[in-house]
């Protein structure tokens, strides 16, 4: 667990959005290798961390799929007065907006990118964590990028202006 804890908590993270909720399903998938442990083969087409990239990228979307929008009447606490430099708030309004992309990305094109860009993971790997063929899980990753590159562009094109 010490050896694979942070790889699967950042990809539960970057698929959900949430830490909270990459917590639980870091400790859900760590709970279930613990369960599938005495049936477990050494050398077989997966290795253990591929195992449980697999398990939580589909405790993952399993999540996102059950999850409604909860509707309040309450308002929300005022944001930090406290004044950053520009840099840094155009850096965090950026990332805020590409994370916000990314999570509104169809299920299967979010993991496939986050296990290819957030993760590192090779083609060959990511294709064979979702149990898909290499391309297949290239044209995933294409329409990914392609999708983000339409919400995110207009964007772009108007801070230029």
Avoid at 50 to 58: F, I, K, N, Q
Wanted: with cysteine.
């Amino acid at each position: 667990m010490d050896r694979h804890l942070n790889p699967i908590h950042g990809l539960a993270w970057h698929m959900t959005g949430d830490r909270s909720q990459a917590e639980d399903i870091a400790q859900e998938t760590f709970l279930r290798f613990w369960q599938a442990a005495p049936t477990w083969k050494e050398g077989g087409d997966a290795t253990i961390l591929t195992w449980l990239r697999r398990v939580a990228t589909r405790l993952c979307i399993d999540e996102k799929r059950r999850m409604r929008p909860i509707y309040t009447d309450l308002v929300p606490e005022s944001a930090d007065p406290a004044v950053r430099a520009d840099i840094e708030l155009v850096r965090s309004e950026t990332a805020t907006r590409v994370q916000n992309a990314i999570l509104d990305l169809p299920n299967r094109q979010r993991a496939a990118l986050v296990l290819s860009y957030y993760q590192q993971l090779s083609q060959k790997d990511g294709a064979a964590i979702m149990n898909l063929k290499e391309k297949a899980y290239e044209s995933l990753l294409s329409r990914a990028k392609a999708s983000l590159k339409l919400t995110l562009l207009p964007e772009k094109e108007s801070l230029r202006r």
